[in-house]
């Protein structure tokens, strides 16, 4: 059974930080790419980062804000959320995919507000 658990959500000032984990079990990880999707409410789910076959990927709206990186030795995946905006509100969602598979997490809560 494949189960994505996401932590480290929460609520943030402007300007502060955030780091989620998403830490897999069920999957070989290591040959899985691995990503951090968020929906915000109204808005349709967007990847924010992925991180897989020795490089990452992230939307514009986050370069240089944010960094995906990855532990194969925990099965984890991390996303480090600096110098966050109130538009980086959303649900964060874990993923990981392999050609045809595709696994999702329940998501964790990011509230960026003063």
């Known amino acids: 059974q494949v189960q994505l658990v996401e932590s480290g959500g929460g609520l943030v000032q402007p300007g502060g930080s955030l780091r989620l984990s998403c830490a897999a079990s069920?999957?070989?990880?290591?040959?899985?790419?691995m990503g951090w999707y968020r929906q915000a409410p109204g808005k349709e789910r967007e990847l924010v980062a992925a991180?897989?076959?020795?490089?990452?990927n992230y939307a514009d709206s986050v370069k240089g804000r944010f960094t995906i990186s990855r532990d194969n030795n925990k099965n984890t995946v991390y996303l480090q959320m600096n110098s966050l905006k109130p538009e980086d509100t959303a649900v964060y969602y874990c993923?990981?995919?392999?050609?045809?598979?595709?696994?999702w997490g329940q998501g964790t809560q990011v509230i960026v507000s003063s």
């Open positions: 991180i897989g076959g020795g490089s990452a």
């Open positions: 069920g999957i070989i990880f290591s040959i899985y790419t």
């Open positions: 993923n990981a995919r392999l050609v045809y598979r595709n696994y």
